[in-house]
């Protein structure tokens, strides 16, 4: 059996695309309470803290290390939301367009056709039927359907190339994030 | 696997932080736990390729937030307890904590 025109498994992807917004939410949402909690220091609201501990430069060092830590955290939830909330849209897509693919396999054996991969087939061999009305019906059907796949196929490669841009800048994106943490 | 969640800081910003250490953990074990099926070889590469660099990135946040967190500490426990020979009065219970904790090892 040839791959279908719509590969991929729409569930997998919806449910990394939720673990990816969770994190994201929650790295969000932690970091911004040390970022909170950084600030409440820095203006003397935390007298729990050992914020005027240590030497100026150990302070200083670890404020700016901190400050570092925070803003890498918050890009970095940036990401997982951005991407995350794009695999759900992803496999919502794919979901529609496997429900689209399998209307057009039910018309294809309606019309005594076939769909291998991203072909429309006549039937081989002897079909019951000599006339030449019911073939040439059922030649053009197969054009129809041909035609109807070709545009799943080019709207499912576009979107997929789409998705592959997005999440390979994503991924840069991050190298970058981590790479400037000090 | 290592967990800090339970660690518990002894000042709000070291239970921040270790609340976010656990995030970065949770976030690491969700992107692993799922396997994507993209039924096409470069989009599934260009995914795996996300997924592994967003483990990366937040093992590389939970290390710089542990070693953060432990840098801190050490400033808690000095300002929790002074250095009796810099303190401006030491007194006899805080040198004996002190040396009870095993910290000030040179103390006479």
């Given at each position: 059996?040839?791959?279908?025109?719509?590969?991929?498994?729409?569930?997998?992807?919806?449910?990394?695309?939720?673990?990816?917004?969770?994190?994201?939410?929650?790295?969000?949402?932690?970091?911004?309470?040390?970022?909170?909690?950084?600030?409440?220091?820095?203006?003397?609201?935390?007298?729990?803290?050992?914020?005027?501990?240590?030497?100026?430069?150990?302070?200083?060092?670890?404020?700016?290390?901190?400050?570092?830590?925070?803003?890498?955290?918050?890009?970095?939830?940036?990401?997982?939301?951005?991407?995350?909330?794009?695999?759900?849209?992803?496999?919502?897509?794919?979901?529609?367009?496997?429900?689209?693919?399998?209307?057009?396999?039910?018309?294809?054996?309606?019309?005594?056709?076939?769909?291998?991969?991203?072909?429309?087939?006549?039937?081989?061999?002897?079909?019951?039927?000599?006339?030449a009305d019911v073939q040439a019906k059922r030649v053009a059907d197969r054009d129809h359907l041909q035609a109807d796949l070709d545009r799943l196929q080019s709207s499912a490669s576009t979107r997929r190339r789409a998705l592959e841009r997005e999440v390979k800048s994503s991924t840069a994106a991050l190298t970058r994030i981590i790479e400037g943490l000090s | 696997m290592q967990t800090d969640a339970g660690r518990g800081g002894s000042s709000p910003w070291l239970s921040t932080i270790d609340?976010?250490?656990?995030?970065?953990?949770?976030?690491?074990?969700?992107?692993?736990?799922?396997?994507?099926?993209?039924?096409?070889?470069?989009?599934?590469?260009?995914?795996?390729?996300?997924?592994?660099?967003?483990?990366?990135?937040?093992?590389?946040?939970?290390?710089?937030?542990?070693?953060?967190?432990?840098?801190?500490?050490?400033?808690?426990?000095?300002?929790?307890?002074?250095?009796?020979?810099?303190?401006?009065?030491?007194?006899?219970?805080?040198?004996?904590?002190?040396?009870?904790?095993?910290?000030?090892?040179?103390?006479?």
């Amino acid at each position: 059996m040839t791959r279908s025109v719509v590969p991929g498994d729409p569930s997998s992807l919806s449910i990394l695309g939720a673990d990816a917004l969770r994190a994201g939410r929650q790295l969000q949402a932690d970091a911004q309470a040390l970022a909170s909690r950084r600030a409440d220091e820095a203006g003397g609201v935390d007298r729990t803290s050992s914020h005027e501990a240590g030497t100026p430069r150990v302070r200083k060092d670890l404020d700016q290390r901190t400050s570092s830590l925070i803003s890498a955290t918050l890009l970095t939830a940036e990401e997982m939301l951005r991407i995350g909330r794009l695999f759900q849209e992803r496999a919502a897509e794919l979901s529609t367009a496997q429900h689209t693919l399998q209307g057009l396999r039910d018309r294809a054996t309606a019309a005594g056709l076939g769909i291998d991969g991203s072909h429309v087939s006549l039937p081989w061999g002897i079909t019951g039927s000599a006339d030449a009305d019911v073939q040439a019906k059922r030649v053009a059907d197969r054009d129809h359907l041909q035609a109807d796949l070709d545009r799943l196929q080019s709207s499912a490669s576009t979107r997929r190339r789409a998705l592959e841009r997005e999440v390979k800048s994503s991924t840069a994106a991050l190298t970058r994030i981590i790479e400037g943490l000090s | 696997m290592q967990t800090d969640a339970g660690r518990g800081g002894s000042s709000p910003w070291l239970s921040t932080i270790d609340r976010l250490i656990a995030a970065c953990q949770e976030a690491e074990d969700a992107l692993f736990g799922t396997v994507p099926i993209l039924g096409e070889p470069l989009a599934q590469a260009t995914i795996d390729h996300w997924v592994d660099q967003g483990v990366d990135a937040t093992r590389r946040l939970a290390g710089h937030a542990r070693e953060l967190r432990d840098r801190r500490a050490v400033l808690d426990f000095d300002h929790d307890h002074p250095d009796p020979r810099t303190a401006s009065t030491p007194g006899h219970e805080q040198v004996r904590e002190i040396e009870q904790v095993g910290v000030w090892r040179e103390c006479p």
